[in-house]
C-alpha cells in the first residue's frame, strides 16, 4: 500500500508549501488526523484541509463539531480531546488555511466527466445516489471524502490504496472451479462473499480448497484515458458531494 | 462433473430477485419462505421431510443470531435462496447466511424518541419483492430496504403516531404493490388498509374499514363514533391471485369494553373482509362480532384452501377467531357454511342462516364486571394457524381462559387510550394454553395438547408429519401431526411470541425460531 498523501498534491494550483507550519497543535495532528488528511492536511483518505473546500463549514464551531461527533456514515472518526488539546489543533488547522495556498479546484469539467463516467460504465461496479452496483465503494460523497490527487490515483492505479473491506477474495472450492468478490464476513468456519453479479455467494470453509487475498485492486486500471478525460472524470468525482440530512450523512451507515 | 459443480455453485450464489411470480408460486419452492404467512394463502404447510416423525428427536441447535434485545422478538424471517432476511424490535433489520447465521449486513431505523409506539417497539417482519424488502415502523411508517446491503430506499407515512397510528405487521407484496394496514385500535382511531407503488412508495389506495358519511355501513355507528370507531386491519393479510383478491382480518371497535358510545353493528370492524387488489373496493364482508365489546377483533389470519364441501370443489376461507369459534366461509361469495367453538365460551347460543351470531342475553361488560369467555385477547389470536393439506387438517394455538370484564365511560382523548373500561383474570380458575387439531370440515377436535400457560406461539406443518408449536416458559416443541404426540422439545430459554419457520439450503433441512433476544435455527446432525 502506497502512502498517497505523501505524494505532493499535484492539483493544488498555487504552489505547493515546502515545510509545513510549525504550530502547537502539529504533533496531535500528526497522531490523530494525518494518517487520512496527510501529513500538512493535504488530504489522502480523507479531504483536503488546507485547499479544499470544505463541506462541514468554517467556523471553530463547525471544526469542534466535525472532530468531536465525527461525520457519520464516513470514516471520519470521533475526537476526545483533553482541556486545550482541542483549542491547539483547532490553531493548527487555521495555521493550515493561513498559508497562500489558492483552494485546490479540479481543473476538468465535471458534465463531461460525467458522461465519461457512464460511458465507461463505472456504475458495473459503484453507486451514486442509490443507483448503480453495491459491489465497489458508494461514490455518493467520494467528493467530499478524498482529495483530488487521491482520485486521480483511483483511477490509473486502483491497486495504490484498496481499503480492507474491500480487498478481493479469491476462492477456489472443492472441485477447482474458482470464484473472486469481496468479503462480506468471515469466521473460522465460513466465508461469505459478494461476486461482481451482486450476489451473496456464501461458503462453509469445508468446502473450499483455496482461498487468499488478492494483492490487486478488483477495480482494473484505467490507464488508457487521455489526461483530458482523466481530467474531467476527476472533476466529476470531486462534485459528488452527497446529502447531508438532520440526521447526519445518510449515506452508507452500516453499510458496505 | 465440472458442469454438475457449476450448477450447485450457481444454486448458491444468491437471485436477489423475488418477483411477483415466485410469490404466487411460493409453496412450490419449499426451501425458501418467500412471505410472512410462507405462502399467500397463510396455509403454513411446507413440503419438507427430511425432518420428520421418525428423526425430529434428535434436532439440535445449528446456529443462533442474538439482536439487540429491547422489546418482544416476533418476526417471521424471509429465506430467500440461502439467505435469511429478518426484522427485529426498535427498527433493526438484518440479512444473514442461512446456513451459518453470519451478519451479510445490518441497519437500524431511528425511531423519533418522543414518538408514542401503539404496538411497542415491536416489528413482524418483511416483505419481499424484486430486489427490495419492505417493512413497517412501530412509529407508523413503511420503509422500503435494498436486499443487497440494507440500504434505505424510501420510507413513507403509513399513519401518524400524534394521532394513536403505528404499524407492526410485515407488508403483503402483491404485483406491484405493498399492502399494509394500521395499528392504534386502543387508541380510538379510524382504521384502514393501504396500498403503496412498490417503486416509489406512493399511495395507491386506502380503504377505511370504518365506511365515512353517506357511505353503506355508516349508518351502522351511532351520532359521529365512527370517526374514531378503531377496527384496524394490524396484522397481515391473505390473497388469491386468481380471484385477485386480499383477505383481511379486521380490528374491534374502538372504545373496546365501552359499546354504549357506539350504538349499532359497527361495520366493519371484528369483520373479514375480502377486497379488490387492484382497487382496494370491497367485494364481500362478513362480521364475525356485530357490536363487540370485548376487544374480539377478527385480525386472525383469513386463511385460504380449497377444498370439496358437501361434495362440491369449492374455494373456501378458514379462521379460528378470538370470540373460540372457527369459521369457515366461502371466499368467492363471503358465503357464511359453518362456526364451531373450539374454546370455551358462554357468549353465543348459535347462528343465524345469515351466519349472524344470536348472542346470549348478557354478555357487555358492566360496571361490577361480567364473566365472559373467552377472555380479552382470546381464544385465538395472531399465533399463526397451520393446515396440512395431506392429512386436511387445521392446527391453531390459543388461549383457554375467561375474563370478567368492566365498562368505565370514558372521554375521548386524541392519541390518549381509549379501552372505556378494563378486565380482570378470575381467582381460583384455571386457565392455560391449547393447542388443537381441528377437522375443518366439522370443526370437531382430532386431538389437543395443552401447556401450561396461554402462549403466543404459532403453529407449523411440514409433510414430515410434523407441527412445531411453543409456549410461553420458552418450549420449542414438535407434535405428532396426526396424534398430537410430544416427539421433541427443547427449552429456549425465553418466552416466544411468534411462528417457527422451516427451508433448506444445499440439501439441509432447518427450523428457525426468534426467541427472547435470540435468533435460534436448528437442524438434523
Request: glycine share 12%; hydrophobic share 35%; with cysteine.
Amino acid at each position: 500500500m502506497k502512502l498517497l498523501w505523501a505524494l505532493a498534491p499535484l492539483l493544488v494550483t498555487a504552489q505547493t508549501i515546502s515545510k509545513p507550519p510549525v504550530a502547537p497543535g502539529r504533533s496531535i495532528y500528526l497522531s490523530n488526523c494525518s494518517l487520512c488528511h496527510g501529513a500538512t492536511g493535504e488530504g489522502g483518505r480523507g479531504p483536503n484541509l488546507s485547499s479544499g473546500t470544505p463541506v462541514h463549514g468554517t467556523t471553530d464551531a463547525d471544526l469542534r463539531r466535525v472532530i468531536s461527533k465525527g461525520v457519520s456514515g464516513t470514516p471520519m472518526p470521533s475526537f476526545r480531546f483533553e482541556g486545550s488539546e482541542m483549542a491547539q489543533l483547532l490553531g493548527y488547522l487555521r495555521s493550515l488555511r493561513t498559508t497562500r495556498v489558492a483552494v485546490e479546484k479540479a481543473p476538468g469539467d465535471a458534465a463531461s466527466g460525467h458522461v465519461i463516467y457512464e460511458k465507461l460504465r463505472c456504475n458495473a461496479c459503484h453507486r451514486i445516489d442509490k443507483s448503480g452496483s453495491v459491489y465497489g465503494p458508494d461514490l455518493s460523497r467520494v467528493g467530499a471524502g478524498r482529495s483530488l490527487a487521491y482520485l486521480r490515483e483511483s483511477i490509473v492505479n486502483p491497486s495504490a490504496d484498496v481499503p480492507p473491506v474491500y480487498r478481493g477474495v479469491a476462492v477456489t472450492a472443492a472441485d477447482g472451479s474458482r470464484v473472486t468478490g469481496i468479503r462480506v464476513n468471515e469466521d473460522s468456519f465460513s466465508l461469505q462473499l459478494r461476486n461482481i453479479a451482486q450476489q451473496f455467494v456464501l461458503f462453509d470453509k469445508s468446502e473450499i480448497k483455496e482461498m487468499g487475498e488478492r494483492k490487486e485492486s478488483l477495480m482494473p486500471p484505467y490507464s488508457n484515458l487521455t489526461p483530458k478525460e482523466l481530467d474531467d472524470l476527476v472533476s466529476y468525482l470531486a462534485s459528488l458531494r452527497g446529502a447531508i440530512t438532520k440526521q447526519g450523512v445518510k449515506k452508507g451507515v452500516e453499510v458496505r | 462433473m465440472r458442469s454438475v459443480f457449476c450448477a450447485a455453485l450457481l444454486m448458491l450464489a444468491v437471485r436477489a430477485e423475488v418477483p411477483y411470480e415466485r410469490l404466487v408460486n411460493a409453496s412450490s419452492e419449499p426451501q425458501n419462505w418467500l412471505t410472512y404467512h410462507g405462502d399467500y394463502g397463510g396455509v403454513r404447510h411446507r413440503e419438507l421431510d427430511q425432518i420428520n416423525t421418525a428423526n425430529v428427536k434428535d434436532l439440535r441447535l445449528e446456529w443462533l443470531f442474538q439482536v439487540p434485545k429491547s422489546g418482544r422478538f416476533e418476526t417471521v424471517p424471509l429465506v430467500v435462496d440461502g439467505v435469511m432476511y429478518f426484522t427485529a424490535p426498535e427498527g433493526h433489520a438484518f440479512a444473514v447466511d442461512a446456513r451459518s447465521g453470519r451478519e451479510l449486513w445490518r441497519r437500524r431505523h431511528r425511531i423519533p424518541e418522543n414518538a408514542l409506539l401503539v404496538g411497542g417497539s415491536i416489528n413482524r417482519g418483511f416483505a419481499v419483492l424484486g430486489g427490495r424488502l419492505y417493512m413497517a415502523t412501530p412509529e407508523g411508517r413503511l420503509l422500503c430496504l435494498d436486499s443487497r446491503n440494507g440500504e434505505e430506499l424510501w420510507d413513507v407515512e403509513v399513519g401518524p403516531w400524534q394521532k394513536g397510528f403505528g404499524a407492526t405487521s410485515a407488508p403483503l407484496a402483491v404485483k406491484d404493490k405493498l399492502i399494509i394496514g394500521v395499528a392504534g385500535g386502543e387508541y380510538g382511531v379510524r382504521g384502514y388498509l393501504d396500498a403503496y407503488d412498490a417503486a416509489t412508495g406512493k399511495r395507491v389506495w386506502r380503504w377505511y374499514s370504518i365506511p365515512g358519511k353517506g357511505e353503506p355501513g355508516n349508518e351502522t355507528w351511532s351520532g359521529d363514533s365512527w370517526l374514531r370507531g378503531g377496527a384496524p386491519p394490524w396484522m397481515t393479510g391473505t390473497y388469491d391471485p386468481q380471484l385477485g383478491l386480499l383477505y383481511w382480518g379486521i380490528g374491534n371497535p374502538a372504545p373496546d369494553l365501552d359499546g354504549d358510545v357506539r350504538k349499532g353493528d359497527n361495520l366493519y370492524s371484528s369483520s373479514i373482509v375480502a377486497l379488490d387488489a387492484n382497487t382496494g373496493k370491497l367485494v364481500w364482508h362478513y362480521q364475525t362480532m356485530p357490536h363487540d365489546t370485548h376487544d374480539w377483533d377478527a385480525a386472525q389470519t383469513p386463511m385460504l384452501a380449497d377444498l370439496d364441501w358437501k361434495g362440491q370443489p369449492r374455494k373456501l376461507l378458514f379462521q379460528g377467531n378470538r370470540n373460540g369459534f372457527f369459521y369457515v366461509l366461502d371466499r368467492v361469495t363471503g358465503k357464511f357454511l359453518m362456526a364451531k367453538a373450539f374454546a370455551r365460551q358462554n357468549w353465543s347460543r348459535g347462528f343465524d342462516e345469515t351466519g349472524r351470531p344470536i348472542y346470549e342475553a348478557s354478555i357487555d361488560p358492566t360496571p361490577d364486571g361480567n364473566r365472559i369467555c373467552p377472555g380479552l385477547a382470546g381464544g385465538a389470536n395472531w399465533m399463526a394457524p397451520a393446515f396440512n393439506p395431506q392429512l386436511k387438517t387445521f392446527y391453531l394455538q390459543y388461549f383457554e381462559e375467561c375474563h370478567t370484564y368492566y365498562s368505565m365511560p370514558q372521554q375521548f382523548k386524541e392519541g390518549k387510550p381509549y379501552w372505556g373500561g378494563t378486565y380482570q383474570s378470575i381467582e381460583n380458575e384455571r386457565k392455560w394454553g391449547n393447542v388443537k387439531a381441528l377437522d375443518p370440515f366439522t370443526g370437531e377436535a382430532k386431538w389437543s395438547f395443552e401447556f401450561n400457560k396461554p402462549s403466543w406461539v404459532g403453529t407449523l406443518s411440514t409433510s414430515g408429519g410434523l407441527l412445531f408449536t411453543g409456549d410461553d416458559d420458552g418450549y420449542l416443541v414438535a407434535l405428532d401431526a396426526r396424534s398430537g404426540k410430544l416427539l421433541w422439545k427443547i427449552n429456549t430459554g425465553a418466552s416466544m411470541a411468534t411462528a417457527p419457520i422451516t427451508y433448506m439450503v444445499k440439501g439441509k433441512q432447518y427450523l428457525t425460531m426468534a426467541s427472547g433476544g435470540a435468533l435460534l435455527t436448528f437442524a438434523l446432525p
